[in-house]
């Protein structure tokens, strides 16, 4: 099993930035890629980006150009600037694992104010 402890939400006024993190602990060789998601208030939850182990990296249109992800080890960022209102969501990170699954942690609050 693995287990993801998230940080860094909060609250950002339009255009400002915020950087998330999440560290993975257990059985972190069992990890493939790790990633991003975000669910907004009545939305679907959305898959933003992902990073392998070889370090290939993948990002939804929506956020293509201003987040970055990146990753050191066993602890997955998500650099978020140029923050626009409709990024306002729960972000959880999420590993995919050599059993073909994936596990999130528990989200947390991003609040971009217009």
């Known amino acids: 099993q693995v287990q993801m402890v998230e940080s860094g939400g909060g609250f950002v006024q339009r255009g400002g930035s915020l950087r998330l993190s999440c560290a993975a602990s257990g059985n972190i060789f069992s990890i493939n890629a790790m990633g991003w998601d975000r669910q907004a208030p009545g939305k679907q939850r959305e898959l933003i980006a992902t990073?392998?182990?070889?370090?290939r990296t993948n990002y939804a249109d929506s956020v293509k150009g201003r987040f970055t992800i990146s990753r050191d080890e066993n602890t997955v960022y998500l650099q978020m600037n140029t923050l626009k209102p409709e990024d306002t969501a729960v972000y959880y990170c999420n590993v995919y694992l050599n059993t073909g699954t994936r596990t999130w942690g528990q989200g947390t609050q991003v609040t971009v104010s217009s």
């Open positions: 990073i392998t182990n070889e370090g």
